[in-house]
């Protein structure tokens, strides 16, 4: 990542405050809180945050009342995070100036999603993923979707081509089927079980291309592995 | 009417008659009141007929009210207090009067059992938004720990947890579904995949795809109610299919118009007998004995929101065929067609 980002959480429930902080963490976001519920400014304007989350229930005074006063102050990007799903929540949310609204309860990777959109609105920022993956002497092109050596290019379908991306970034780990179909579903790719198998042998017939057949490996009750060869 | 009005004016007629009778015996008896025979009959039959013309002229106008009060019972609505029937007599306005003390007796009762039920819809929403907090909190340590298939299990019944407390809350709003209706333009295809992805882990678990086939198409809706719909037909397609089973749901455009999105689920199906009564109240049928976890209440919820938000619900199914939900949403209109 080209810099770090950090993310003001004013949220009250301490176990989702905890449990967001931890997972935003692991994208190395610096995620920190008020320290009262009574006076959330002071902590803002020590922290100076790229993102602010606030959750409309509080004590005190509710979100609504410390996105005012945040946007009296700054034009930081707001996002709210509430279970009350009233379409008046979100209007009054957004003509407060919020930039999203997500409910409670939510995927991680869906608000992830929604504040790395709105940090690359704001600060132009581009989450550096590997666009181009080494594997066993190809190169997989994770823009483009194919993978390449010798100048010679095979195309995959969206399902293969994720399955070896997840598989080849885990290499030689050994990926259940039950976690590349939950991955695929994360995905929106809603598979089962025999539509992985078709997927996975479609896969290594292309593969066979290269002399690659080999490199997925099934283990039996397991799952499968992109093997190094 | 004549004769019970007549009955109730019984000792009257007969104080009148007896009049008639006494006056008739003095000039019998009465030496001195020298009246020819005839002359008396013609006296009797005169003040016969002016006794049953005054009485049919009573009638008419004491039996009014009474009158009035029967064809407003016929087709009695809400402001039949403002329409009761004028009263000329007093025991006509004590009438009155009385009808409109019941009324407001009754209107407060009503307006007690309202603001009861408001407080309970208002406490069901609180706590399902309080009861969101710890499930937020604990799908986040799932999300975090999915590896570990302990969780998954538990994220499974999470779920379940989830679709409960959800439903809870639409039923609870379901009576003021018009206060907080709001149209929407989307794509229909994005609206049930969010949906399909909400039951991601009981699929998974239960190895079932889901297919979308078709182009994606625009439609003009409550985001909310209509996710609540295809919500309901999803889980009831999830539920009803065999493992490693397919859900195909294909959107497309009727030729007159119409918006269609079919959910098709590669479950038992449902007899015929069966098929006319799917979406009433409690009605599990065959399937859902068999399966044993239908409330009876999903389709029917489906089908009371989707009659109110004007989507058209129906079922094509045959018995170890599957079954085939459709959703039919109204055409925009050429108005808001210009408008967007």
């Known amino acids: 990542m080209d810099m770090d980002f950090s993310i003001f959480i004013i949220e009250d429930d301490a176990a989702i405050y905890n449990a967001l902080k931890e997972r935003l963490e692991q994208w190395s976001f610096h995620v920190t809180g008020p320290e009262r519920f009574d006076d959330v400014m002071s902590t803002y304007i020590k922290e100076q945050p790229h993102l602010v989350i606030i959750d409309i229930q509080l004590p005190m005074y509710d979100g609504f009342h410390w996105c005012r006063e945040i946007r009296a102050v700054s034009k930081v990007p707001i996002l709210f995070l509430s279970s009350r799903d009233h379409p008046l929540d979100m209007v009054m949310a957004m003509n407060m100036g919020a930039d999203d609204y997500v409910q409670k309860p939510f995927h991680m990777d869906v608000l992830l999603a929604q504040i790395q959109a709105i940090l690359r609105r704001t600060y132009a920022y581009r989450e550096d993923t590997d666009d181009l993956i080494e594997w066993n002497g190809t190169i997989i092109d994770m823009k483009r979707g194919l993978i390449r050596k010798d100048g010679q290019d095979v195309l995959l379908t969206k399902n293969e081509f994720f399955i070896l991306a997840v598989l080849v970034k885990g290499r030689d780990k050994v990926i259940s089927r039950q976690d590349l179909i939950r991955q695929l579903w994360d995905d929106e790719q809603f598979v089962n079980d025999n539509t992985l198998t078709a997927n996975i042998t479609r896969l290594r017939q292309k593969l066979a291309a290269f002399q690659l057949e080999e490199a997925i490996v099934t283990k039996k009750g397991l799952g499968y592995m992109a093997a190094t060869l | ?340």
């Open chain 2, 1 to 340: 009417m004549l004769l019970r009005y007549l009955y109730d004016r019984k000792s009257w007629i007969v104080f009148y008659l007896l009049s008639l009778l006494l006056v008739d015996l003095l000039i019998w008896i009465d030496t001195g009141l020298a009246m020819r025979m005839d002359s008396v009959l013609y006296l009797n039959m005169m003040l016969i007929l002016a006794v049953a013309l005054f009485l049919g002229w009573r009638f008419q106008k004491e039996m009014k009210h009474a009158r009035a009060l029967a064809d407003l019972a016929e087709k009695i609505d809400e402001d039949w207090v403002v329409t009761l029937p004028a009263a000329y007599f007093y025991h006509e306005e004590a009438t009155n009067e009385f009808l409109r003390a019941a009324d407001r007796w009754y209107e407060h009762k009503l307006a007690d059992s309202k603001s009861a039920r408001y407080t309970e819809r208002d406490y069901t929403a609180a706590w399902v938004h309080e009861v969101k907090a710890p499930l937020t909190a604990m799908k986040l340590t799932i999300d975090s720990n999915r590896d570990n298939p302990i969780l998954r299990s538990i994220e499974l019944e999470w779920l379940r947890i989830h679709l409960l407390i959800d439903q809870q809350l639409y039923v609870s709003r379901l009576p003021t579904l018009e206060m907080d209706y709001v149209l929407e333009q989307t794509g229909l295809q994005k609206l049930a995949t969010q949906e399909v992805r909400e039951l991601a882990s009981w699929c998974v678990e239960k190895n079932v795809a889901v297919d979308f086939e078709g182009e994606e198409v625009l439609v003009r809706t409550d985001l909310k109610w209509c996710r609540f719909i295809i919500r309901q037909l999803l889980t009831n397609a999830v539920k009803y299919s065999p493992e490693g089973g397919t859900i195909l749901l294909s959107t497309t455009v009727t030729p007159d118009g119409h918006v269609r999105i079919s959910i098709r689920d590669e479950g038992p199906g449902i007899a015929e007998h069966d098929l006319p009564r799917i979406f009433d109240k409690g009605f599990t049928g065959g399937n859902g004995r068999l399966h044993n976890a239908a409330t009876g209440l999903g389709l029917y919820l489906a089908h009371t929101v989707a009659v109110k938000i004007g989507i058209s619900l129906t079922v094509q199914s045959e018995l170890g065929a599957g079954t085939v939900m459709q959703m039919t949403f109204p055409v925009i209109n050429a108005f808001e067609s210009v408008r967007s």
